[in-house]
């Protein structure tokens, strides 16, 4: 029997995540166009990419975003076709989870519907990353509360098989050095644990404040990546088949 050469090895499920999470798990969220999927735009920004898109992926893309629309390219490696605007290049981090104390909380509770508006609130002073007014569907949250306000929460995002992400990890600035998002992050990871997956995230490359309590609780860096978003052309006929202008990553 034939060994594969390493080079040839098959691509890790965490490889491209989004695609991972909706052909798996979280199929049911999955609009589709083509080889292209995403989430609902009150969902995530997350899209997938086949793993070597070509011209007509592009277009599907193109016409299910619409023009001129910013769309999310998260892990993406490749180049943009002419015409494409690139928005936003942010390095990034995946960890995955090697060990960590998971532990429930006693003082967290189940976050639901009636508590996004807090959500959304919260998330916008402390900016963990994108959480919109459907997010919540995901997957589990969970949010400690002080006389009945929301001082911190975490949750669970994306889901390839075998796998959850640990997502929207904040604490208000007046409640930071209390250990809240620690606790949290544990509380999330017991009940993925208990699923028989494995916990993984990710966080800017930049910041280091954030990855060194994530290294301290047990995850190691598995790549590194980059959150990118890209401008839709505003005449769909712009984009071609030879992709230009952005140098791969």
């Known amino acids: 029997?034939?060994?594969?050469?390493?080079?040839?090895?098959?691509?890790?499920?965490?490889?491209?995540?989004?695609?991972?999470?909706l052909t798996g798990p979280h199929a049911h969220f999955a609009e589709r166009r083509g080889r292209i999927l995403r989430y609902p735009v009150d969902v995530s920004p997350w899209l997938a990419l086949p793993d070597a898109p070509n011209a007509d992926d592009w277009a599907d893309l193109a016409?299910?975003?619409?023009?001129?629309?910013?769309?999310?390219?998260?892990?993406?490696?490749g180049e943009l076709p002419d015409g494409w605007e690139l928005t936003m290049n942010i390095a990034g981090v995946q960890l995955v989870d090697e060990g960590m104390?998971?532990?429930p909380e006693p003082e967290a509770v189940l976050l639901g519907p009636a508590d996004v508006p807090e959500m959304l609130?919260?998330?916008a002073r402390t900016r963990p990353g994108p959480f919109l007014p459907r997010t919540i569907e995901l997957g589990t949250y969970l949010g400690i509360r002080r006389?009945?306000?929301?001082?911190a929460m975490a949750g669970e995002r994306l889901h390839p098989p075998g796998w959850t992400e640990i997502s929207a990890v904040c604490t208000d600035a007046a409640h930071r050095g209390e250990g809240l998002a620690t606790r949290l992050i544990r509380a999330v990871a017991h009940g993925i644990r208990e699923r028989g997956e494995t916990p993984f995230l990710h966080t800017g490359?930049?910041?280091?404040?954030?990855?060194?309590?994530?290294?301290?609780?047990?995850?190691?860096?598995r790549r590194r990546?980059?959150?990118?978003?890209?401008r839709v052309p505003e005449q769909l006929g712009q984009s071609s088949a030879e992709p230009a202008g952005v140098p791969a990553l």
């Open 1 to 21: 029997m034939s060994v594969p050469h390493p080079r040839e090895a098959a691509p890790h499920v965490l490889d491209n995540v989004a695609r991972a999470s």
């Open 63 to 77: 016409a299910l975003a619409g023009p001129g629309a910013e769309i999310g390219l998260a892990g993406y490696r």
């Open 101 to 103: 104390a998971a532990a």
């Open 121 to 123: 609130d919260l998330v």
């Open 147 to 151: 006389d009945g306000r929301l001082i």
């Open 205 to 221: 490359a930049e910041n280091s404040t954030a990855i060194r309590l994530y290294e301290s609780l047990g995850f190691r860096l």
């Open 225 to 230: 990546t980059a959150f990118l978003a890209a």
